[in-house]
């Protein structure tokens, strides 16, 4: 599995880069990355992030529909960035998904033991709501799905290290490299506009 995952990773890392530079490749490397992903999730009993990751699938179709035809004048989708309403419903979102995601978690695997007393399940669906929250503003280009990607970064490093998805763990350590780099970038052009 560690050369899939290899693959998996560099295609995720050259989807984040492509979401960098707004360039819509982001998503055609984003479906061959979250593909691949489902698979390696399951396997390693990250069922959340296995979910969040077809729902990447979804939402990279929906990001790439978005990119490619809709915007202003000129046909291009402008990063804007959350008003406080939005924000606000941003951060409820992560904590209802949360919740739901967890509790979701603990109910389909009642029967596992050892997995109902670990942290997986809080963990798994810590960094899924952050990462679906950051996935839908990336859709819409909104400024402020950095901070999403930047925070689920963070807390997916050590999740895939202790599973023993060391390529895993170094790709989120790209990402999170990117994001903040993402987020400098995509805030420049918002100012500049």
Not at 2 to 18: F, H, K, M, R, T
Not at 58 to 63: K, P
Not at 117 to 123: A, E, T
Request: net charge positive; proline share 2%.
């Amino acid at each position: 599995m560690n050369w899939i995952e290899a693959i998996a990773a560099l295609l995720g890392i050259l989807s984040v880069w492509n979401a960098r530079k707004e360039n819509i490749l982001v998503f055609p490397f984003g479906i061959a990355n979250v593909a691949i992903y489902i698979y390696i999730c399951f396997a390693a009993r990250l069922y959340a992030n296995a979910g969040i990751n077809a729902v990447y699938l979804i939402s990279n179709i929906f990001g790439w529909y978005m990119w490619a035809r809709t915007g202003d004048d000129n046909g291009k989708l402008q990063i804007t960035r959350n008003s406080r309403l939005q924000n606000i419903l941003s951060w409820v979102a992560v904590a209802v998904i949360f919740l739901s995601v967890f509790f979701l978690l603990r109910r389909v695997n009642d029967g596992d033991k050892a997995y109902l007393q670990s942290w997986l399940p809080w963990i798994d669906a810590s960094n899924t709501s952050f990462f679906l929250v950051a996935t839908l503003l990336m859709a819409i280009k909104k400024l402020e799905n950095w901070q999403f990607w930047i925070i689920g970064n963070i807390i997916s490093i050590p999740i895939y290290a202790s599973q023993g998805l060391y390529f895993t763990s170094i790709q989120y350590s790209v990402f999170l490299v990117l994001a903040i780099l993402g987020w400098k970038e995509w805030k420049a052009k918002v100012n500049n506009l």
